[in-house]
Protein backbone atom coordinates (compact mmCIF):
# COMPACT_ATOMS: atom_id res chain seq x y z
CA UNK A 1 0.00 0.00 0.00
CA UNK A 2 2.74 2.38 0.93
CA UNK A 3 4.23 1.53 -2.60
CA UNK A 4 1.19 2.40 -4.29
CA UNK A 5 0.72 5.60 -2.51
CA UNK A 6 3.80 6.23 -3.56
CA UNK A 7 3.44 5.91 -7.25
CA UNK A 8 0.31 7.66 -7.30
CA UNK A 9 2.29 10.47 -5.55
CA UNK A 10 4.81 10.60 -8.11
CA UNK A 11 2.09 11.61 -10.21
CA UNK A 12 2.04 15.04 -8.59
CA UNK A 13 5.79 15.31 -8.44
CA UNK A 14 7.67 18.25 -9.68
CA UNK A 15 9.42 17.46 -13.12
CA UNK A 16 12.87 17.72 -12.68
CA UNK A 17 12.88 15.36 -9.37
CA UNK A 18 10.06 12.83 -10.97
CA UNK A 19 13.48 10.94 -12.80
CA UNK A 20 15.13 10.76 -9.35
CA UNK A 21 11.96 9.82 -7.07
CA UNK A 22 10.84 7.06 -9.75
CA UNK A 23 14.32 5.56 -8.89
CA UNK A 24 13.28 5.70 -4.59
CA UNK A 25 10.04 4.14 -5.58
CA UNK A 26 10.97 1.47 -8.19
CA UNK A 27 13.67 0.45 -5.23
CA UNK A 28 11.06 0.80 -3.13
CA UNK A 29 8.71 -1.64 -4.47
CA UNK A 30 11.60 -4.36 -5.78
CA UNK A 31 12.46 -4.40 -1.73
CA UNK A 32 8.65 -5.77 -1.04
CA UNK A 33 9.54 -9.57 -1.45
CA UNK A 34 11.86 -9.08 1.33
CA UNK A 35 10.20 -7.22 3.44
CA UNK A 36 7.02 -9.39 3.42
CA UNK A 37 9.12 -12.96 3.70
CA UNK A 38 11.59 -11.87 6.57
CA UNK A 39 9.56 -13.39 9.25
CA UNK A 40 7.47 -16.42 7.56
CA UNK A 41 8.55 -17.91 4.39
CA UNK A 42 5.38 -18.32 1.75
CA UNK A 43 4.88 -22.14 0.96
CA UNK A 44 6.02 -22.34 -2.78
CA UNK A 45 7.20 -24.89 -5.28
CA UNK A 46 10.58 -24.92 -6.93
CA UNK A 47 9.75 -26.48 -9.81
CA UNK A 48 6.81 -23.76 -11.02
CA UNK A 49 8.87 -20.87 -9.57
CA UNK A 50 11.46 -22.03 -12.64
CA UNK A 51 9.38 -22.79 -14.95
CA UNK A 52 8.02 -19.03 -14.38
CA UNK A 53 11.67 -17.64 -14.70
CA UNK A 54 12.38 -19.87 -17.54
CA UNK A 55 9.54 -18.91 -19.63
CA UNK A 56 9.82 -15.29 -19.56
CA UNK A 57 13.23 -15.76 -20.43
CA UNK A 58 11.81 -17.43 -23.51
CA UNK A 59 9.50 -14.26 -24.22
CA UNK A 60 12.69 -12.28 -23.83
CA UNK A 61 14.59 -13.97 -26.47
CA UNK A 62 11.98 -14.13 -28.53
CA UNK A 63 11.55 -10.95 -28.52
CA UNK A 64 15.36 -10.51 -29.57
CA UNK A 65 14.85 -12.54 -32.37
CA UNK A 66 11.69 -10.47 -33.56
CA UNK A 67 13.57 -7.38 -33.46
CA UNK A 68 16.79 -8.46 -35.00
CA UNK A 69 14.29 -9.64 -37.39
CA UNK A 70 12.71 -6.48 -38.34
CA UNK A 71 16.03 -4.52 -37.81
CA UNK A 72 17.56 -6.64 -40.88
CA UNK A 73 14.14 -6.69 -42.86
CA UNK A 74 14.05 -3.01 -42.68
CA UNK A 75 17.58 -2.26 -43.53
CA UNK A 76 17.64 -4.62 -46.60
CA UNK A 77 14.30 -3.02 -47.65
CA UNK A 78 16.12 0.51 -47.66
CA UNK A 79 19.83 -0.66 -48.37
CA UNK A 80 21.28 -3.22 -50.92
CA UNK A 81 23.95 -4.50 -48.28
CA UNK A 82 23.22 -8.49 -47.86
CA UNK A 83 27.00 -8.52 -47.40
CA UNK A 84 27.15 -6.63 -44.85
CA UNK A 85 24.12 -7.65 -42.81
CA UNK A 86 23.86 -11.32 -43.65
CA UNK A 87 27.07 -11.97 -41.00
CA UNK A 88 25.14 -9.82 -38.27
CA UNK A 89 22.14 -11.80 -38.73
CA UNK A 90 23.59 -15.14 -38.46
CA UNK A 91 25.73 -14.24 -35.72
CA UNK A 92 22.53 -12.69 -33.72
CA UNK A 93 20.69 -15.99 -34.37
CA UNK A 94 23.86 -18.22 -33.39
CA UNK A 95 24.16 -15.93 -29.73
CA UNK A 96 20.36 -16.02 -29.00
CA UNK A 97 20.30 -19.79 -29.54
CA UNK A 98 23.29 -20.76 -27.58
CA UNK A 99 21.86 -18.29 -24.72
CA UNK A 100 18.78 -20.25 -24.85
CA UNK A 101 20.66 -23.51 -24.66
CA UNK A 102 22.83 -22.45 -22.18
CA UNK A 103 19.89 -20.70 -19.68
CA UNK A 104 17.90 -24.26 -19.48
CA UNK A 105 21.40 -26.49 -19.61
CA UNK A 106 20.88 -27.52 -15.77
CA UNK A 107 17.97 -28.34 -13.74
CA UNK A 108 17.41 -25.43 -11.39
CA UNK A 109 14.77 -26.50 -9.56
CA UNK A 110 17.03 -28.68 -7.68
CA UNK A 111 19.12 -25.89 -6.33
CA UNK A 112 16.04 -23.38 -5.04
CA UNK A 113 15.25 -24.93 -1.27
CA UNK A 114 14.38 -21.76 0.27
CA UNK A 115 14.08 -18.10 0.40
CA UNK A 116 17.64 -18.04 1.16
CA UNK A 117 18.75 -19.12 -2.58
CA UNK A 118 15.30 -18.49 -3.99
CA UNK A 119 15.49 -14.22 -3.49
CA UNK A 120 18.79 -13.84 -4.74
CA UNK A 121 17.88 -15.60 -7.76
CA UNK A 122 14.95 -13.93 -8.67
CA UNK A 123 16.79 -10.84 -7.86
CA UNK A 124 19.46 -11.67 -10.17
CA UNK A 125 16.99 -12.68 -13.22
CA UNK A 126 16.88 -8.92 -13.74
CA UNK A 127 20.28 -8.92 -15.30
CA UNK A 128 19.11 -11.85 -17.20
CA UNK A 129 16.03 -10.53 -18.61
CA UNK A 130 17.91 -6.77 -19.02
CA UNK A 131 21.23 -8.34 -20.99
CA UNK A 132 18.97 -10.83 -23.24
CA UNK A 133 17.03 -8.21 -24.34
CA UNK A 134 19.66 -5.72 -24.66
CA UNK A 135 21.24 -8.05 -27.12
CA UNK A 136 18.24 -7.35 -29.52
CA UNK A 137 18.88 -3.60 -29.36
CA UNK A 138 22.43 -3.91 -29.64
CA UNK A 139 22.17 -5.88 -32.43
CA UNK A 140 19.40 -2.91 -34.22
CA UNK A 141 22.19 -0.97 -33.52
CA UNK A 142 24.93 -3.28 -35.53
CA UNK A 143 22.83 -3.37 -38.18
CA UNK A 144 22.11 0.17 -38.47
CA UNK A 145 25.86 1.44 -38.31
CA UNK A 146 26.49 -1.46 -41.25
CA UNK A 147 24.05 0.75 -43.53
CA UNK A 148 25.52 4.02 -42.64
CA UNK A 149 22.65 5.04 -39.99
CA UNK A 150 23.88 5.14 -36.74
CA UNK A 151 27.18 7.41 -37.03
CA UNK A 152 29.09 5.61 -33.71
CA UNK A 153 32.43 3.65 -34.38
CA UNK A 154 32.59 0.48 -35.15
CA UNK A 155 33.91 -0.92 -32.12
CA UNK A 156 31.15 1.18 -30.15
CA UNK A 157 28.50 -0.99 -32.31
CA UNK A 158 30.15 -3.96 -31.59
CA UNK A 159 30.49 -3.55 -28.25
CA UNK A 160 26.42 -3.43 -28.31
CA UNK A 161 26.16 -7.04 -29.07
CA UNK A 162 29.32 -8.16 -27.49
CA UNK A 163 28.90 -6.54 -23.89
CA UNK A 164 25.29 -8.45 -23.00
CA UNK A 165 26.10 -11.08 -24.46
CA UNK A 166 29.28 -11.65 -22.26
CA UNK A 167 26.76 -10.38 -19.27
CA UNK A 168 24.21 -12.70 -19.89
CA UNK A 169 26.52 -15.53 -19.98
CA UNK A 170 28.36 -14.35 -16.68
CA UNK A 171 24.57 -14.36 -14.93
CA UNK A 172 23.61 -17.57 -15.85
CA UNK A 173 27.04 -19.10 -14.76
CA UNK A 174 26.39 -16.93 -11.50
CA UNK A 175 23.26 -17.93 -10.84
CA UNK A 176 22.67 -20.94 -12.54
CA UNK A 177 25.58 -23.38 -14.22
CA UNK A 178 28.38 -23.00 -11.25
CA UNK A 179 26.60 -25.26 -9.11
CA UNK A 180 26.39 -28.05 -11.05
CA UNK A 181 29.68 -27.58 -12.52
CA UNK A 182 32.43 -30.57 -11.68
CA UNK A 183 36.25 -29.50 -12.41
CA UNK A 184 38.13 -26.78 -13.06
CA UNK A 185 37.54 -26.83 -16.98
CA UNK A 186 33.49 -26.99 -16.30
CA UNK A 187 33.61 -24.18 -13.93
CA UNK A 188 35.83 -21.73 -16.43
CA UNK A 189 33.52 -22.73 -19.57
CA UNK A 190 31.08 -19.83 -19.43
CA UNK A 191 33.65 -17.09 -17.60
CA UNK A 192 36.39 -17.74 -20.51
CA UNK A 193 33.43 -17.57 -23.24
CA UNK A 194 32.53 -14.20 -21.47
CA UNK A 195 35.91 -13.06 -22.04
CA UNK A 196 36.07 -14.24 -25.47
CA UNK A 197 32.82 -12.64 -27.02
CA UNK A 198 33.94 -9.66 -25.04
CA UNK A 199 37.13 -9.86 -27.19
CA UNK A 200 35.23 -9.94 -30.41
CA UNK A 201 34.43 -6.32 -29.67
CA UNK A 202 37.61 -5.52 -31.87
CA UNK A 203 36.99 -8.16 -34.38
CA UNK A 204 35.82 -5.45 -36.92
CA UNK A 205 32.54 -6.15 -38.98
CA UNK A 206 32.54 -9.54 -38.19
CA UNK A 207 32.26 -9.40 -34.71
CA UNK A 208 28.86 -9.95 -34.24
CA UNK A 209 29.54 -13.36 -36.11
CA UNK A 210 32.23 -14.05 -34.31
CA UNK A 211 30.98 -13.91 -30.87
CA UNK A 212 27.79 -16.38 -32.85
CA UNK A 213 30.60 -18.44 -33.31
CA UNK A 214 31.92 -18.25 -29.46
CA UNK A 215 28.84 -18.61 -28.00
CA UNK A 216 28.08 -21.74 -30.25
CA UNK A 217 31.81 -22.88 -29.81
CA UNK A 218 30.77 -22.56 -25.67
CA UNK A 219 27.91 -25.16 -26.17
CA UNK A 220 30.20 -28.04 -27.74
CA UNK A 221 32.79 -27.03 -25.03
CA UNK A 222 30.44 -27.51 -22.57
CA UNK A 223 29.06 -30.99 -24.14
CA UNK A 224 32.37 -32.50 -24.72
CA UNK A 225 33.45 -31.41 -20.88
CA UNK A 226 30.14 -33.16 -19.56
CA UNK A 227 29.67 -36.28 -21.27
CA UNK A 228 33.83 -37.33 -20.93
CA UNK A 229 33.84 -40.43 -18.89
CA UNK A 230 30.13 -41.40 -19.42
CA UNK A 231 26.65 -39.64 -20.61
CA UNK A 232 25.41 -37.54 -17.37
CA UNK A 233 21.75 -37.42 -16.57
CA UNK A 234 21.46 -33.67 -17.76
CA UNK A 235 23.96 -31.68 -19.72
CA UNK A 236 26.08 -29.31 -17.71
CA UNK A 237 27.27 -25.85 -19.71
Known amino acids: MVCQAGWVALLFAPGDLKRWLFLVVAAAELLVPVVAERGHQTPWHAHHIVERYGLFTIIVLGETIAA ?140 VLYAGLAATATIAVGLTLATRGGRPDHVVL
Open 68 to 207: STVAVKSALDEHEALGELLPIAAGGLLIVFAAWWIYFAVPMHQRLTSNREAIPWGYGHLLIFASGAAIGAGIEVAVEHAVGKAHISQAAANAAVTIPSALFLLMVWLLHSRYFKRGVAQQLTLPLAALVILACTWAGPYA
